[in-house]
């Protein structure tokens, strides 16, 4: 078993940047393909971005291709997503999830079925 802990989220103005973390720990998280994803109030859960365990392979949502970045330290077990010129849409609680050990799904990565673990989520705000 795996777990995940999101840091990071804040609030912030429209135009600005934030980081977020994600600390894994346990059954070899380096060898599971991570994603972020995202709910909105109001909203169902989306997915936001995923990257294989290598780190080579980077998937995101339409969305926020060209502002966010998804990224991963396997030395030190976390997975980032850079977040740049946020938008108020952008204002959600969002998760970290990993994917079932060494069975990576890149193409279908915005099925939340493939993701056997999920963090508690962390607030972003986006002010005007």
């Known amino acids: 078993q795996v777990q995940l802990v999101e840091s990071g989220g804040g609030l912030v103005q429209v135009g600005g940047s934030l980081t977020l973390s994600c600390a894994a720990s346990?059954?070899?998280?380096?060898?599971?393909?991570m994603a972020w994803f995202r709910q909105a109030p109001g909203k169902e859960r989306e997915g936001v971005a995923a990257?294989?365990?290598?780190?080579?392979?980077?998937m995101y949502a339409d969305s926020v291709k060209g502002r966010f970045t998804i990224s991963r330290d396997n030395a030190k077990d976390t997975v980032d997503l850079q977040m740049n010129s946020l938008r108020l849409d952008d204002t959600a609680v969002y998760f970290c999830?990993?994917?079932?050990?060494?069975?990576?799904?890149?193409?279908?990565?915005?099925?939340?079925?493939?993701?056997?673990?999920w963090g508690q989520g962390t607030q972003v705000t986006v002010s005007a």
């Open positions: 999830a990993a994917q079932t050990r060494n069975r990576p799904n890149l193409v279908s990565w915005r099925r939340e079925d493939l993701y056997t673990t």
């Open positions: 990257i294989s365990q290598s780190g080579l392979t980077k």
């Open positions: 346990g059954d070899t998280p380096s060898e599971r393909a």
